[in-house]
């Protein structure tokens, strides 16, 4: 399942990134992402079963990208435990990712409170994601066209965001591989 599940996504990877390489070749705007950002790294991401389980396969084939996570865990964990503003956030967030028979979509007034609180994703080091080639679709489909600045939980602009979608076929196909009923629960990252 994994090697099928990953090969799609690979797929949808690479179509993505030809899609973002013809909007940047118009000259519309420039996408001011770059390696070693990370800034989008704090907002709250949840994926579906299948996804969880692709990258559970890969954390134990990935020795160094298990001790980033099994670090970045801890370090993530103690902040919900020594502040209750964050456990509250993050508690009423939970409540939209468990197993439902109708998907839910949280608030966008969740998501800014729990990128306010600059708790960075588990799967970051050093600005890098560790998960990088398995990393949720969410997070290869959203570019910055705004400066760096005003990504910033504290900043006075919203930034303007690039959403590319992603190839409904392939979206398809990952969907039929994995059991129907990994859909509907969602774990947060």
């Known amino acids: 399942f994994t090697?099928?599940?990953?090969?799609?996504?690979?797929?949808?990877?690479?179509?993505?990134?030809?899609?973002?390489?013809?909007?940047?070749?118009?000259?519309?705007?420039?996408?001011?992402?770059?390696k070693g950002c990370g800034t989008c790294c704090y907002q709250f991401i949840s994926v579906d079963l299948s996804h969880a389980l692709l990258i559970a396969d890969?954390?134990?084939?990935?020795?160094?990208?298990?001790?980033?996570?099994?670090?970045?865990?801890?370090?993530?964990?103690s902040y919900f435990e020594?502040?209750?503003?964050?456990?509250?956030?993050?508690?009423?967030l939970e409540e939209y990712?468990?197993?439902?028979?109708?998907?839910?979509?949280?608030?966008q007034e969740l998501c800014t409170d729990y990128h306010k609180l600059?708790?960075?994703?588990?799967?970051?080091?050093?600005?890098?994601?560790?998960?990088?080639?398995?990393?949720?679709?969410?997070?290869?489909?959203?570019?910055?066209?705004?400066p760096v600045e005003h990504c910033q939980a504290d900043s006075d602009f919203p930034p303007l965001i690039l959403q590319i979608t992603p190839s409904e076929r392939y979206l398809?196909?990952?969907?039929e591989l994995a059991n129907h009923r990994w859909h509907l629960h969602q774990e947060s990252l």
């Open 58 to 77: 890969y954390l134990y084939i990935n020795d160094k990208a298990m001790q980033v996570f099994l670090t970045g865990y801890d370090h993530w964990l």
């Open 172 to 175: 398809r196909r990952m969907a």
């Open 118 to 146: 600059d708790i960075p994703c588990p799967f970051l080091c050093k600005g890098q994601c560790s998960i990088y080639a398995v990393r949720p679709v969410v997070c290869a489909t959203y570019f910055s066209l705004s």
């Open 97 to 107: 990712t468990t197993e439902a028979a109708v998907v839910r979509h949280y608030s």
């Open 3 to 34: 090697r099928q599940y990953r090969h799609l996504l690979e797929l949808i990877f690479n179509d993505i990134k030809v899609k973002v390489g013809t909007y940047t070749k118009s000259g519309e705007r420039s996408i001011t992402c770059r």
């Open 82 to 92: 020594n502040n209750p503003k964050a456990a509250s956030v993050f508690k009423n």
